[in-house]
């Protein structure tokens, strides 16, 4: 089995640094960049299977971008806010998955589970 690899944009500075810490138990290789830019370098450098971004860091025609420019990588967004309207209109841009800022655990299983399976379709 090849290493996976997670690209993160988080908000907020402490949720981020907590992602980094449980999401490093799991996948090889977790990086945490800065700006939009630097998350498209990553994912196409590293091949990332999995974007985590928050929704306030990226419009939803990024989303829609980086689904397109990526088919590959599975996009899991996070907010800080449960707003159904923005989570719906989020995963039709082409995210995977929503989940709330503050829920680690449920982040890091719709990473687990969205590079699952991406793995199992390419073996």
Do not use: Y
Not at 1 to 23: E, N, R
Not at 52 to 58: F, R
């Amino acid at each position: 089995m090849q290493p996976l690899t997670v690209v993160l944009l988080g908000g907020d500075a402490g949720v981020a640094q907590s992602l980094v810490s449980a999401l490093s138990k799991t996948f090889s290789s977790v990086q945490k960049v800065q700006s939009l830019g630097e998350l498209r370098n990553r994912i196409a450098k590293n091949r990332a299977e999995v974007a985590i971004l928050d929704i306030e860091a990226a419009p939803l025609s990024e989303i829609q971008h980086l689904s397109q420019d990526f088919p590959g990588a599975f996009i899991v967004c996070t907010h800080r806010v449960a707003d159904e309207e923005m989570w719906a209109a989020a995963l039709q841009a082409g995210a995977a998955d929503v989940c709330p800022s503050d829920d680690i655990a449920g982040i890091v299983h719709a990473a687990l589970g969205n590079a699952g399976r991406q793995h199992s379709a390419a073996a």
